[in-house]
Structures are given as structure tokens and as C-alpha cells.
């Protein structure tokens, strides 16, 4: 047998055009034969055809490049999730943009690790540039880590205040990201105090006696290190903290604040919806993900602070990657980037797109979404049979069919999401269960919106 080609070198891209030409047949093919926002039959339908396919995982003898590249990625296709689909609209979960994808496929062809200059010459400069000028839109002489999305910034985030003050406790609010308290966990700290979020949001009252009570059972001890977390598009609904109003208390306490903008962050490339981050720039950290309102395929997290020295917690040496003498003769040191070793230049599908598209291109996509979003509002408010949560903050529209029991609401995802036509998500608000739709995708129209309502009314009891 012959020894596989590379796909990197001078010869690499030879290697890969064929197979990119089966990938793509194969991609073709299998949302042709799914025909539509996922598979229908739901878990155990789609496990026996994925266990049929890819039996066995390891033959003896091989089936060659062209046959397991065809059947596994059709498998995959068939029986996919699209968010490109305009009923696919239960996440934070976007269709990425042609050009960031292809922008990944060459990264995976010259596999550069960021764990070493000698590994990633170019892509660690790139890397460089891309982060300061993304921290740019929050600090002015800011810096930012590239990270596998909202989760890890976080828990940088928190680990990061605790190297600054070594006993810290944490309050957030009712709404904010499950990533916190599992963080604070992790890094052994106290469990969060959680803030009540009676209309989605942080209120402020309660912060401030969080803030000022001391010695109290559940509250911070006098005098210790705080750290308040709010959140700038929420997972359920889409909702921003009152972020000026809580940095002025966390000022008037003593109290640092780290902003989850994982969703909200890319607001910050748009005139028109940017100021809704006003006193984001207040914060000692800010979460930002490019992998939901960026249209990057997964991963595109950052986490993003006031000045580069805020990230010298991080330093660690490893001899074999960041020998002293080396970094003295001008050698970047890229441990202190991370805490993984070797990770991919997600860098390089960012930089492309930014570059492709400029500040005006992104900020078209986000206020495209975004109107889209109160579209749908206007087409639920006017429902005879709808009951409409909120205005959207974002791009996330919160309903339920009139009348109808959170049993009924379940039930209908289910049956949607089972018979693969649509896939809504779901949101406890005000004691109630509501279907979610998280609008992400750029191409739907007004008129796939009246389509999926159309769906949803077919499918909810009268």
C-alpha cells in the first residue's frame, strides 16, 4: 500500500483537490437527501443509521480515501443539524460563512501549533494583530486570548481574578451562563452568589446589598475581593444587564466586573446596535465569541482585558517551547496564550473574515439578524393564535402558542424537532416554558419566518 500524500508542502494542495471535490459531492448529496433542517426519526433512528454506515470503524484492510470520505461525510450530512437552514433556530449556533470555512481548511492543511513560534512563525504574528485590534473595540491598549469559546473565557476569566486576589467570592445574576458556577467549581472556589434576575436581567437592588452587607450567611465576607459577573445577550432570551448601572456599583463597592458578551460582543462592530454595550468598556474582562454573531465555524471564543500585563498570570516555561535564551534572542513566548498546548490557528478564519468583509460587511450581517428578529416579533404580536414573550434585545424571540401548558410546549419541539422540520429551542421565563427562536442565519427572509409559524400552527393543538 502506498504511503497516504500530506496535505501540506508544495505538492499538499495536488493531494487535496480531488478530495475536496468528494467532500463537497458528499456534502451535496447528503443535505439533499436529509431535505431539510435535520433528520427525521429522531435519536435512535439516526444512531442506527450512523452505527450502519460507519460499521466497522477499523476494517482490516482499508476502504480507501475517495469511499470513506464520501460515505462518512454524507453519513454526517444526512443526518445533520444545518444551521444554514432557516428552521434550524434553537442556538447560538451559526451557519458559518463560506470564507471562514475555507479559510479552516487551510489552516488544517498547514497545521501550525500555537504553542511554539518555531511551530506557527506566521500564524502566532497573525494572531497577535487580530487580538489587539479586536480588544481595540473594548480598551485602547487592550489584549485578548483566542479561546474554544464563552466556557473557557469565563473560567479565564475567573482564574485570572483569583491569581489578582487569591480568596475571591463571585456573585452573578440568576441569568447568567451555566460556565460560571461549573468555573468557580473547577478553580475551587466558593459557589457563586446568585443575584435574582426577576425580569431576565440583574437586578440592581439586590446587587447593591450583595454589595454592601457584610458577614452575612451566604454573603461575602467583609472586606474580601468581589467579583461581579454580568451578561451582555443572554442564553435564554437575548437580554443585557444594565452594564453602566452595575460598573458604577462595582466601582462604588470595590469590586472588580467581568461582562459575558459571548453572544452581545459582536454588537461592538455595528453604529447601530453597538451602543446597547455602553460601559462594557468598564469591565476587568470581557467574554466575546465569534462562533454565534460572527458567523466563524467552531471554535472562535476571546477573551479580552484592559491592558497585556492583566494576562501575565499566565506565564509558564517549558524548556522544549520557550527556552529562556530563545525568548531573550526575540523569540515569542506563546505559552503564556493559552492554557492548552497545542491548539489550532483559529486566528487565520477570523482574520480572513474580518478582512473580507471590514467593519461595514460584519456590522450589514449583525443589524440583517437583528431586524429579522423584530420582523418576527411584529409577525407573533399580530398572531391570533401567538403569545409573544418580549421586543427581541438581540436576535432571540421567546413565544408560545396562546393557552397552551408547558407540556404542549415540550411536546411540540419534540414532535418538530423528531419529524425534522424545525428546530426551536426552549426558555423557562416567568415561570413558563417558551419556544426559542435564535435568529443567526443572514439569508432567512420574512418569508421563511411566516413559513416556520405556519409549521408551528400545524403542529400545536387547537
Known amino acids: 500500500m502506498s504511503t497516504p500524500p ?42 442506527a443509521r450512523v452505527r450502519a454506515t460507519a460499521h466497522p470503524v477499523l476494517p482490516h484492510t482499508g476502504t480507501g480515501a475517495e469511499e470513506a470520505l464520501h460515505t462518512l461525510v454524507h453519513a454526517l450530512t444526512q443526518s445533520a443539524a444545518d444551521p444554514a437552514d432557516p428552521h434550524c433556530a434553537a442556538h447560538l449556533h451559526c451557519p458559518p460563512l ?35 485590534t479586536i480588544a481595540a473595540e473594548i480598551y485602547p491598549t487592550g489584549d485578548a486570548l483566542i479561546t474554544t469559546g464563552g466556557t473557557e473565557s469565563n473560567q479565564l476569566a475567573l482564574l485570572l481574578a483569583r ?19 461549573r468555573a468557580a467549581w473547577l478553580l475551587g472556589l466558593p459557589p ?47 437580554l443585557i444587564d444594565p452594564l453602566p448601572e452595575i460598573a458604577d456599583l462595582c466601582d462604588r463597592h470595590g469590586a472588580e466586573l467581568h461582562i459575558d458578551a459571548a453572544y452581545g460582543g459582536p454588537l461592538l462592530f455595528s453604529e447601530t446596535h453597538r451602543h446597547q454595550l455602553n460601559g462594557i468598556e468598564r469591565a476587568d474582562s470581557v467574554t466575546l465569541d465569534l462562533h454565534k454573531l460572527g458567523w466563524q465555524p467552531v471554535a472562535a471564543g476571546l477573551l479580552a482585558v484592559p491592558r497585556p500585563a492583566t494576562l501575565d498570570a499566565l506565564n509558564h516555561q517549558a524548556d522544549y517551547l520557550n527556552a529562556d535564551d530563545d525568548t531573550e534572542a526575540g523569540h515569542p513566548d506563546l505559552l503564556g496564550r493559552s492554557l492548552r498546548t497545542s491548539r ?41 393564535h401567538l403569545e409573544l414573550y418580549d421586543r427581541p434585545t438581540i436576535s ?13 410546549i415540550a411536546t411540540i419541539r419534540r414532535t418538530l424537532i423528531d419529524e425534522g422540520r424545525a428546530v426551536l429551542g426552549r426558555a423557562r421565563a416567568d415561570n413558563r416554558l417558551w419556544l426559542k427562536v435564535t435568529l443567526l442565519n443572514p439569508h432567512t427572509t420574512t418569508g421563511d419566518l411566516k413559513a416556520l409559524l405556519a409549521l408551528l400552527e400545524g403542529t400545536a393543538p387547537r
Open 344 to 384: 489550532r490557528p483559529d486566528v487565520l478564519k477570523m482574520a480572513v473574515t474580518l478582512r473580507a468583509l471590514g467593519r461595514t460587511g460584519l456590522a450589514a450581517l449583525i443589524d440583517y439578524t437583528c431586524a429579522l428578529a423584530q420582523e418576527l416579533a411584529d409577525l407573533i404580536e399580530t398572531h391570533p
Open 163 to 181: 491569581e489578582r486576589h487569591g480568596a475571591l467570592r463571585i456573585i452573578c445574576g440568576a441569568n447568567a451562563h451555566h460556565s460560571l458556577p
Open 98 to 132: 463560506a470564507l471562514a470555512a475555507a479559510a479552516d481548511l487551510a489552516a488544517s492543511a498547514l497545521n501550525p501549533s500555537m504553542d511554539s513560534w518555531d511551530q506557527a512563525p506566521a500564524a502566532s504574528e497573525l494572531e497577535a494583530l487580530v487580538t489587539r
Open 6 to 47: 500530506l496535505a501540506g508542502g508544495a505538492t499538499g494542495p495536488s493531494a487535496l483537490r480531488p478530495l475536496i471535490g468528494t467532500v463537497l459531492d458528499a456534502l451535496h448529496q447528503g443535505a439533499t437527501d436529509r431535505a431539510g433542517p435535520l433528520p427525521a426519526g429522531g435519536p435512535q433512528t439516526v444512531a
Open 192 to 238: 457563586p452568589l446568585t443575584i435574582p434576575a426577576p425580569a431576565g436581567t440583574i437586578d440592581l437592588a439586590a446587587l447593591d446589598e450583595a454589595l454592601t452587607v457584610g458577614n452575612t450567611p451566604g454573603l461575602r465576607p467583609r472586606g474580601g475581593p468581589v467579583l461581579v459577573t454580568a451578561t451582555a445577550g443572554t442564553t435564554d432570551a437575548g
Open 396 to 408: 432571540t424571540v421567546l413565544f408560545r402558542p396562546t393557552g397552551a401548558d408547558d407540556e404542549t
